[in-house]
């Protein structure tokens, strides 16, 4: 017996069910629901490490070590530029500061 002799029956079933427009509607409702519960039960499965994100894990080291491996990665790349020559980077760190006024705007 053929893959396509053993399909045949069921593809029968879902031509007959697709030609009812009630049966139709249906069908895509459950189909949609089927969905949702999948996506409902994969939030709550552990995440496997291989599936994670490629970003790197958060140091716990300072701002001023997450600088300096900047600007070492920073050098390196841009040394590899053809015509860069010898290159210097020099990470710096800006802080926002709202600072009052009495100036009529």
Not at 70 to 82: D, G, K, M, N, Y
Request: one cysteine or more; proline letters at 4%; a positive charge.
């Amino acid at each position: 017996m053929t893959a396509r002799e053993r399909l045949a029956p069921l593809a029968a079933r879902l031509r007959a069910a697709l030609a009812d427009e009630k049966q139709r509607v249906n069908l895509l409702v459950c189909m949609g629901l089927a969905g949702l519960l999948l996506l409902a039960v994969s939030s709550w499965l552990p995440a496997d490490s291989s599936t994670q994100s490629a970003a790197p894990a958060a140091k716990t080291g300072s701002t001023a070590d997450y600088a300096a491996e900047l600007e070492t990665r920073l050098t390196a790349l841009i040394s590899r530029v053809e015509g860069a020559g010898k290159t210097a980077v020099m990470a710096v760190s800006y802080t926002h500061l709202t600072l009052p006024t009495n100036r009529e705007v």
